[in-house]
């Protein structure tokens, strides 16, 4: 792993031209030696760079597209290990890392030697089953016993693996059975105690019945809705709870909440951190007796207490505590992030890191175990290049087993200042009239940091994307624009028609009007330089494709465009990707004429992207119509429709559709935030018109009109919800007449409301 780093994002950039130069010229310099000179010669400054690469050809390569890039604070940021709990652990994790990596299956092997004899099965057989044992290992995968004891076994190898390489944690933090792993690791039990107490734990919460729920709401809120014998186990986040109960129970829950809210069921056979273990307090208080515990050796954090362990904290009473209330992951997470530290996950899936970010947005995570890959060695180098360029310290010498001596490498780049004597002021020859001063440059406005963009940094390719990538970063505000970052994460608003605008006239780069709605990325504009056509298919844009859970897609408003959906699509979080569709003809080509020609073209775009359901889908205004159409012919497709959400717009029905009147008083109190929102459409004084707002007011009249001409042609058969804004006019009837477009009507609670009754946002969080 090659590492750079300079004081300035210019001198990084200077050092970078000047390593790649060098490696260009010693094809035959040693790589390792070239690494260790780099790694300990230098001291690290907070612009940092780094690279993996197995030959100096692809250090080239890799110095020029594939590099991870920084700002560690000055003082750097301490390491903290996340430990994940079980529900994400899966037969052959850790696989091809068992394969290379003699550190981490030698620590492997350990502890699959001290689970045989308290399994009376070797952990190694289902976890890397040969091809006929796959269905087996799968089933003993979702036992609390057998999968639990697998999960734990590659955590604690991954610990040992990092720490082996350099990294040392100034904090460990577990999330519910995460807290056994981290509680070894932190030397508060020995290894073989700590397997013990887990396997006695796991089979006596295999004898009680029950099941857990996540919920996507505040504990507040959820406490609010619990039926009997149901408890709230773990509090993960602001807008994430986990219910133990009996199944019964939990369904009573499931069916109390609204309907777009995703509740989803863990695989977990029991009723964990909750009251409802009460009758295995006695046997577990005795197992958590047995082992011997120790003062942690490293800053030990508890979601029991959600505070940090101190000597003898820990006991049989913290197991038992542990096992019976709540644990709280979210408060834990607020004290983690006093110490400002770049986190690792330890474990086979990123849930922690991803509850860590929801809790500490400002917290950097790093991925331990990312997908199986031929080569996890390199992920791991990776993964230590990200913790560096972060600001973690690493401990260099523990990557370098062997002796290794340094090679000449180009000097340090440094800010040229420019010093003059300034000419007397009377013209006479005199020192006395003579000053010497150093010339600084106007101080650059302060760039945000690119830490939060997520993802790996891709460097601009040619000329023209360097071109649009810095000017991008000075609109936005940014450290360092890469050809993949979605402008919508990096904080945009409505900024690509100003964009393109000031791309012509202050680069003099050849991009027409269509490029504003073609795509949000530097790759995707750039296909437009020097005549392309770039992205032909430019109706669906993303606005932020983060997440796993179902997309969310977005039709467009009055304008045809999605920029409206811009501050949505942040204030969502990442758990769900967030699509806009935007009408067709912004690039003044033919438009779709008929809310149902609009829509058979939404529902294309749709399919072509997502082809099985279910779909969430939403709009506000004159979207409305469109996505209610889309969603009625998704149905008569045979898909599901999850949700369809309706944003301040009357159905389109005798007695409800916009009258005149209305669309005048309705765009009068809308006109400030109208204006404002045009604000980066229009040119400043004195430029002219932009091309691209000719369309855009062609859709706007095409669209007004359809207001007053479509009907519903079918019946919806799923669920709608209608959210309204209490500054807009509007008729009396509070669901603006939606329900007789045939939503039908859903429960909360014991009492039935109109199903396109008020909601919010947070429907589409998700967990």
Same mark, same amino acid.
């Not at 006991?315 to 992030?337: E, P």
């Given at each position: ?17 000047? &390593?790649?130069a060098?490696?260009?010229? *010693? ?14 010669g ?29 700002? %560690? ?7 903290? $290990?996340?430990?994940?709990g079980?529900?994400?652990? +899966? ?15 030698? %620590? ?11 399994l009376? =099965? ?5 976890? #890397? ?25 590659v ?46 734990? %796991? =089979?006596?919460?295999?004898t ?16 609010? &809705?619990?039926?009997?014998e ?37 695989r ?15 046997p ?23 505070d ?12 038992v505590?542990?096992a019976? !209330? ?27 890191? !991803? ?17 199986? *890959?031929?080569?996890?060695? =390199? ?5 230590l ?12 010498e ?15 780049? $440094?800010?040229?200042?420019? +010093? ?8 006479a ?26 993802? !790996?940094?891709v ?24 050809? @993949?970052?979605?402008?919508?994460t ?6 690509m ?54 997309p ?15 501050? &949505? ?45 279910? #779909? ?29 959400? &309706? ?7 005798p007695? #409800? ?10 765009? *009068?109190?809308? !006109? ?7 604000? @980066? ?28 001409? #479509? ?14 804004s ?8 509070? @669901? ?32």
């Amino acid at each position: 792993m090659l590492v750079l780093s300079a004081a300035s994002e210019a001198a990084l950039e200077r050092a970078r031209v000047r &390593l790649s130069a060098r490696l260009a010229a *010693s094809p035959e310099i040693s790589l390792a030696d070239l690494a260790w000179t780099l790694q300990t010669g230098r001291k690290a400054l907070p612009h940092r760079l780094a690279v993996v690469a197995a030959s100096p050809q692809e250090a080239r390569s890799a110095l020029e597209s594939s590099r991870l890039e920084g700002i %560690a604070p000055a003082e750097g940021r301490p390491v903290a $290990f996340l430990f994940a709990g079980q529900g994400h652990q +899966h037969v052959g994790m850790g696989r091809t890392l068992y394969k290379a990596d003699p550190i981490f299956r030698g %620590a492997f092997d350990r502890c699959a030697a001290l689970l045989l004899g308290l399994l009376g =099965r070797d952990v190694r057989e289902f976890l #890397y089953p040969t091809a006929d044992g796959v269905e087996e290992a799968a089933r003993l995968m979702e036992d609390q016993q057998f999968g639990g004891a697998a999960l734990f076994a590659v955590e604690w190898a991954l610990a040992r693996t990092w720490l082996a390489r350099g990294v040392t944690p100034a904090a460990v933090l577990g999330h519910s059975t995460g807290e056994y792993v981290a509680s070894c690791v932190a030397g508060v039990m020995d290894l073989e105690d700590c397997l013990r107490l887990f396997v006695a734990r %796991a =089979r006596l919460l295999a004898t009680c019945e029950g099941a857990m729920l996540h919920v996507p709401l505040s504990e507040d809120e959820v406490a609010a &809705l619990l039926p009997r014998e149901c408890h709230v186990a773990l509090v993960n986040g602001p807008a994430s709870t986990v219910v133990s109960g009996a199944r019964d129970a939990l369904k009573t829950l499931e069916a109390r909440l609204d309907p777009g809210l995703e509740a989803r069921w863990l695989r977990i056979a029991c009723p964990a951190h909750s009251p409802l273990l009460a009758p295995l307090e006695a046997p577990l208080r005795a197992e958590a007796a047995r082992p011997r515990y120790h003062p942690p050796e490293m800053p030990f954090l508890s979601c029991v207490t959600a505070d940090w362990v101190s000597d003898g904290t820990v006991g049989a009473d913290h197991w038992v505590r542990h096992a019976l !209330s709540t644990n709280r992951f979210a408060a834990a997470s607020a004290r983690l992030a006093e110490l400002a530290p770049v986190a690792l996950e330890i474990g086979p899936h990123a849930s922690c890191g !991803s509850m860590l970010r929801a809790n500490a947005p400002e917290v950097p995570v790093v991925s331990s175990l990312p997908p199986e *890959s031929d080569d996890p060695v =390199r992920l791991l180098l990776r993964g230590l290049g990200a913790l560096w360029t972060a600001g973690a310290t690493l401990n260099w010498e523990a990557l370098h087993p062997h002796p290794r001596v340094r090679v000449p490498l180009p000097t340090c780049p $440094f800010e040229p200042a420019r +010093h003059w004597i300034d000419a007397p002021s009377n013209g006479a020859p005199s020192m006395a009239g003579f000053t010497v001063h150093e010339e600084k440059p106007e101080p650059a406005p302060a760039r945000r940091p690119r830490l939060s963009t997520g993802g !790996s940094y891709v460097a601009p390719r040619n000329p023209g994307e360097q071109a649009l990538a810095e000017l991008c970063a000075r609109i936005l505000g940014v450290d360092r624009v890469g050809i @993949d970052d979605e402008f919508p994460t990096l904080g945009a608003d409505s900024m690509m028609l100003t964009l393109v605008d000031r791309a012509r006239r202050e680069l003099g780069l050849r991009l027409p009007g269509r490029a504003a709605f073609a795509g949000l990325t530097v790759r995707r504009l750039s296909a437009f330089l020097d005549g392309g056509r770039g992205d032909d298919d430019a109706i669906l844009v993303p606005l932020q494709s983060a997440g796993t859970l179902s997309p969310l897609y977005l039709v467009y408003p009055a304008t045809g465009v999605v920029f409206p959906y811009f501050g &949505l699509a942040r204030a969502l979080g990442t758990a769900r990707p967030v699509y806009g569709l935007q009408a067709r003809g912004l690039d003044g080509g033919p438009a779709d004429r008929t809310v149902e020609e609009m829509a058979a073209t939404c529902v294309e775009a749709i399919v072509r992207h997502q082809p099985e359901g279910p #779909y969430y889908l939403g709009a506000f205004s004159f979207g409305c119509l469109v996505v209610y159409e889309t969603a009625v012919r998704l149905e008569a497709r045979g898909a599901r429709v999850a949700m369809l959400a &309706l944003i301040d717009e009357p159905a389109p029905l005798p007695g #409800y559709r916009l009258s005149g009147w209305l669309l005048i008083k309705l765009l *009068s109190q809308m !006109s400030a935030s109208l204006l404002a929102h045009l604000r @980066d459409y229009l040119m400043a004084r004195g430029r002219p018109w932009h091309p691209s707002l000719g369309p855009m007011l062609r859709l706007l009249l095409g669209h007004l009109r359809e207001n007053f001409r #479509y009907a519903p042609g079918a019946t919806l058969r799923g669920e709608a919800v209608l959210l309204t804004s209490d500054n807009l006019a509007r008729p009396a009837d509070p @669901d603006l007449g939606w329900w007789r477009a045939g939503a039908p009507c859903g429960t909360w609670g014991a009492a039935t409301w109109p199903c396109c009754a008020r909601r919010d946002w947070r429907i589409w969080r998700g967990s």
